[in-house]
């Protein structure tokens, strides 16, 4: 008796939160129909299926490429410069005089950041540790993924079962 008391308790503070959501009594409702042809046939499925689009993940993925790339661009600082200049000029007749010149020029330029007061190394440290973070904060997110997919699988077997001890008694 006191579970149905209790349950009766727990429908009218449903329908309270209904009307407070909706702005309107809830009466004559439809049961929906449920595509459970849409659910994953196993818990391996499922859990592909979310370690493959959860957003989570996705823009982990995404921040781990960007620190990777921002690595790259630090580690290009401590690499040498080398430019080539190439330049060429043709005259005739300048300045109304009867003449031809012609001229070509290469500069090649090497330049080395010897030393940045190791602005440059630690930089390189930092966005090392950067990528540290990212993926062991990719990894939390996948392990809680993985337990909330397994939680949920573990929840809809449950109900299924009592479901169909209900429906026999």
């Known amino acids: 008796a006191s579970e149905r008391e209790?349950?009766?308790g727990l429908k009218f503070a449903a329908e309270t939160r209904y009307l407070k959501a909706v702005g309107q009594e809830s009466e004559n409702l439809t049961r929906p129909v449920l595509k459970y042809t849409l659910l994953p046939k196993s818990l391996q499925q499922a859990l592909e299926t979310a370690?493959?689009?959860h957003p989570s993940l996705i823009t982990s993925k995404s921040d781990l490429e960007a620190a990777i790339a921002e690595k790259n661009i630090s580690k290009a600082s401590l690499w040498p410069n080398l430019t080539l200049d190439l330049?060429?000029?043709?005259t005739s007749n300048v300045s109304g005089t009867k003449s031809y010149t012609k001229t070509a020029s290469a500069m090649l330029n090497f330049s080395?950041?010897?030393f940045n007061g190791g602005a440059d190394a630690a930089k390189n440290r930092e966005t090392?540790?950067?990528i540290s973070k990212v993926q062991e904060k990719g990894e939390e997110i996948q392990r809680n993924i993985r337990e909330a997919v397994e939680s949920a699988w573990h929840t809809l077997n449950s109900s299924r079962r009592r479901i169909?001890?209900?429906e026999r008694h």
């Open 6 to 8: 209790s349950n009766i």
């Open 51 to 53: 370690l493959t689009r």
């Open 87 to 90: 330049a060429a000029n043709n």
């Open 112 to 114: 080395y950041n010897i």
């Open 128 to 130: 090392s540790s950067n």
């Open 164 to 166: 169909k001890h209900i």
